[in-house]
């Protein structure tokens, strides 16, 4: 294994737009992280050649292991999120509008979602408000798959899907993996993070963006598994919406 402080580098092609996003994140977000030995610090970067040179961060990744299904993972994992989020919050007043124009566009564009399904669920966003939301920084694809396990300490890597949004958003992942596939570490996750952000009509629009998001794009890159998830989460928010009629 490499030393403790030996250097990690990470290279994008000229169409990768993570680079830019994680050296951003380097820059204004994971201080809290660095300061307890829970992100790695960066060293160099250089986003026009998008190179990003990090100190190497100790740990084996949590996906796989006994950990992925450990409650205390999972309360030190809301608790390191808590503390991501509360950085700042900036009222954005056209994030709605600009979510419900990206996931028509999906809609819209090359998929396997049924017709019909399609347009139920073209009706539905168009029926969505378009107006403002707080946002905080978020890490974008918060799962245990981007946290390390280090003697008990989680730590936390990948910073190239981090972004302004709302707090929420950094649930999606997890509601629809880990949360499901073990029985309480939803409960040990909100309790890490000291309360749920997840207000139910907001919640549902985002949980729907990212069932068509995820089948759209995982049918863009040939990802038949991933793209079989996204049919589900559809699945699910649909059956959701006939049940509670919460529609967003």
């Given amino acids: 294994m490499p030393p403790r ?3 990690w580098t990470r290279t994008g092609g000229a169409s990768d737009n993570h680079i830019a996003r994680e050296i951003h994140a380097h820059r204004e977000w994971t201080g809290p992280w ?3 030995g829970r992100a790695a610090r960066m060293l160099h970067a250089d ?3 998008k190179i990003l040179v990090t100190e190497y961060l100790p740990g084996t990744l949590v996906q796989g292991t006994d950990s992925a299904s450990d409650m205390d993972t999972y309360v030190q994992a809301g608790e390191l999120l ?3 989020h509360d950085q ?3 009222e954005d007043p056209d994030y709605e509008f600009r979510m419900n124009t990206k996931v028509l566009a999906w809609v819209d564009g090359p998929h396997r979602i049924k017709p019909e399904t399609a347009e139920t669920l073209r009706a539905m966003v168009e029926s969505w408000p378009t107006g403002a939301a707080t946002c905080v920084p978020t890490h974008g694809d918060w799962q245990c798959r981007n946290w390390l396990v280090d ?3 989680i730590r936390v890597i990948d910073f190239g899907l981090a972004e302004l949004r709302p707090a929420a958003e950094d649930f999606k ?3 629809v993996q880990e949360f499901q596939w073990h029985p309480g570490l939803e ?3 909100v309790s890490g993070y000291g309360k749920d952000p997840r207000e139910p009509e907001a919640w549902f629009r985002q949980r729907v963006r990212s069932a068509i998001g995820t089948a759209y794009w995982a049918h863009h890159l040939g990802d038949a598994d991933f793209e079989a998830q996204g049919h589900r989460m559809i699945a699910d928010v649909l059956t959701e919406a006939d049940i509670t009629g919460v529609r967003g």
């Fill in 151 to 153: 003697k008990g300490t």
């Fill in 34 to 36: 660095i300061r307890t």
């Fill in 187 to 189: 409960e040990a996750f």
């Fill in 5 to 7: 402080f030996s250097r």
């Fill in 82 to 84: 808590r503390e991501f």
């Fill in 47 to 49: 986003p026009d050649a």
């Fill in 88 to 90: 700042a919050a900036i």
């Fill in 173 to 175: 992942r997890l509601a």
